[in-house]
């Protein structure tokens, strides 16, 4: 953290994407989410951080609803996306992901060629109406996610074959093909050689342009490299957001202190 | 002895310690047990296959008798108009007699006959099914009356035992249904070039004959009746199975009552197949008055056995997928079914084939729910073509073994043998195309 300038960076965009008041999760009976308030803006990379089980996984699957999926899992509070519930009944949640995209941890592509892996999302949801413009749509995808110039003499082959880092950045490219406002990372690189890691965040900055980021790392030194605005989670708390650069040179809490100084977690 | 001292005293790398020479040694008679214990799997598999096709081979070919025969008008028909219904009036009793002059007459030529051996005799060389084949060949074709042909004549379960090593002058000596003059007229005829052995189709396309005509006992009912039935379980058993497994596996939720469900599930497949035979003998034909000994109903009976094999395999098959996989589609939005059908499913495809091919496969060899259903008849004629023939009486393969060797005489445990060698070629092809599908769609994540 010593050339990062942090407390130089800026956050320009003040529009609020995503705004989480009192949210609560169980997992049957324990706790596993407590009161956490977050707003996360547009166009901006937010990283949470925090020691393992301390709940930040678990928040951002709640962003995209992939909790549901988990029988016992229960969540509770408001989750807005544009100042909508995304938890109101009437809300699909197929519709809701295709909004926020999500990339995991492991590189899991679909058994199927590299063209097929981005133009899934496309296809399912409609976004296209003819083969030119789908296309058009992976190669755009392709070209954000940084992997055209490596793939596209042969879009044929397998997603499988792929190194780890081209894998991942599939994975961005086919989170990215169905043009969703939120772009959710669960620990994106901690599957990935430093190489690949160092062009993942690279890609990421570059995303902030269009989407706003969510991203759950256990690299300190990653949050601070690719986020404009870091959330400290403990034990299933929120125990500190604010601005990168604020958070790691000037922390309020003594916990937040504790840990990026490596003395919990 | 403190540790200091033990490093003093270690012992060289190059000589093995107590304990270690215990554990290789433990190793070692590992190893014997396994080498003995596969030994001994196949060994028996040697001797079985050797029993099986060393008793069976010799049903696919028989022996005929080639003969002129002259198919007398006056006899065949008397009226000489030539009209089916009187051609019909000559029964197998008058095509008999004809052939048994005609093989009187062919040995004459030859110098063959025996001193004083009755016509009645030498014609008991032939089998009493072949009169039957003359008389349809004529029906079929009247023009052939009042020509003389070459027939091909099926010879008596006897002699055929005779040359293929089942019966000797000794036992001929001692039974009453041949003598061994008849059996040296036999090898007299051989070696004449009248008697051959011939590859036998018709062991297959025939159907079963009766306990006094080994020789021309076929399998064709059964193995119409079997492939009927294997088309009814995986119409109904694969779908419902599939179904069933997707939505117990993807859908339900965990409770009580699903998992009063599964254990069910896993105790069926354990149930003893005659106990799904008196399940459909009370279900299907007392209740729902479905026929007798038909397909369908074995089909049935045999769809309701296999479907715990199908859907335990189904569900073992969708469980491996990675669930990786599965958020990487509900990630970009994908519905819970497109998921399934789009991702989940294909990456478990060869696993359910082979799961339904293993099942059926168990289903083309299980005889006893069938023998409740009345598929242990003997039938004779062969059922129609489906839809239809599914309604029709049939057998089925193993119930045919087991027919075969319920019969008295010795000729019907080579036929036993026989059809055990087709179900066995019948089931190492449905093996052979698992390992094959499981090749083909086996796709690597």
Redesign the interface.
Known sequence: MNDMRLTERTVDATDIKISARKVQVFYGTTHAIKDVDVDILDKTVTAFIGPSGCGKSTFLRCINRMNDTIDICRVEGDILLDGEDIYNKKVDPVQLRARVGMVFQKPNPFPKSIYDNVAYGPKIHGLVKNKAELDEVVESALRKAALWNEVKDRLDAPGTGLSGGQQQRLCIARAVATSPEVLLMDEPCSALDPIATAQVEELIDELRENFSVVIVTHSMQQAARVSQRTAFFHLGNLVEFGETGQIFTNPRDPRTESYITGRIG | MTLADMSQHRPSLYTKDARTKARNSAEKRFRIYGVVAVGVGVLALIVLLSSVLGSGLGAFRQTMLSLPVTLDAKLLDPKGNRDPADLAKATTITYGKLLSQALEAAVTEKGLAPEGMKTKEIGALISKEAPAILRNQVLAKPELIGTTIDFEALAGGRIDGFFKGRVTMESAALDSNVSPAQLELAQKMRDAGMIKLALNPAFITNPDASELRPESAGLGVAILGSAYMMIIVLVLALPIGVAASIYLEEFA??NRFTDLIEVNIANLAAVPSIVFGILGLAVFINFAGMPQSSPLVGGLVLTLMTLPTIIIATRAALKAV?P????????????KM?TIF??VLP?ALPGILTGTIIGLAQALGETAPLLLIGMVAFVKDYPAAPPEGFLDPAAALPVQVYNFTQRADPAFIERASGAIIVLLVFLLAMNILAVLLRRRFE???
């Open positions: 939720p965990q990675p990786s996989i599965k958020d990487a589609a509900l990630g970009v939005g994908a519905s497109q789009h991702h990456l796709r690597r994540w």
